[in-house]
C-alpha cells in the first residue's frame, strides 16, 4: 500500500501562483510514475502533468508552460509549482502514484484531493 498526503491548495486571484505538494509513504518502491489529475465540477478527471522515475515529464496542453511537476526523491514527495493561473485552472487536485509495466498501468494509489480555486 502506498499513503499519499497533499497540501497546497487555496484560493489565489489568477496571475497568482501556488505550489502543491504530494508526500508519498509506504511501499513506494514498487511506484514508477507520479502524477496531478484535476477535476472541475461537472468535468471528468483530468491528467495535468506526471513524471517518471527517470525524471521524464508530460503535461497537458493546457499548462505547459505555466506548470512544473518536480520530485524530491529524498523527501518521496512530488511537486505541481502552478504560475500564471486562470479561472480556469479551478478544480479538486488529485495525487496519483502508479506502477506502469509494459505500457499498462498495473495499479495505483490517490490521494484525497486539494481544492485550487482560481478567482478573476
Known amino acids: 500500500q502506498v499513503q499519499l498526503v497533499e497540501s497546497g491548495g487555496g484560493l489565489v486571484q489568477a496571475g497568482g501562483s501556488l505550489r502543491l505538494s504530494c508526500a508519498a509513504s509506504?511501499?513506494?518502491?514498487?511506484?514508477?510514475?507520479m502524477g496531478w489529475y484535476r477535476q472541475a465540477p461537472g468535468k471528468q478527471r483530468e491528467l495535468v502533468a506526471d513524471?517518471?522515475?527517470?525524471?521524464?515529464?508530460n503535461y497537458v496542453d493546457s499548462v505547459k508552460g505555466r506548470f512544473t511537476i518536480s520530485r524530491d526523491k529524498a523527501k518521496n514527495t512530488v511537486y505541481l509549482q502552478m504560475n500564471s493561473l486562470k479561472s480556469e485552472d479551478t478544480a479538486v487536485y488529485y495525487c496519483?502514484?502508479?506502477?506502469?509495466?509494459?505500457?499498462?498501468?498495473?495499479?495505483?494509489?490517490w490521494g484525497q484531493g486539494t481544492q485550487v480555486t482560481v478567482s478573476s
Open positions: 496519483n502514484a502508479a506502477r506502469m509495466g509494459w505500457g499498462i498501468r498495473q495499479y495505483d494509489y
Open positions: 513524471i517518471t522515475s527517470g525524471g521524464n515529464t
Open positions: 509506504g511501499s513506494i518502491f514498487s511506484i514508477n510514475v
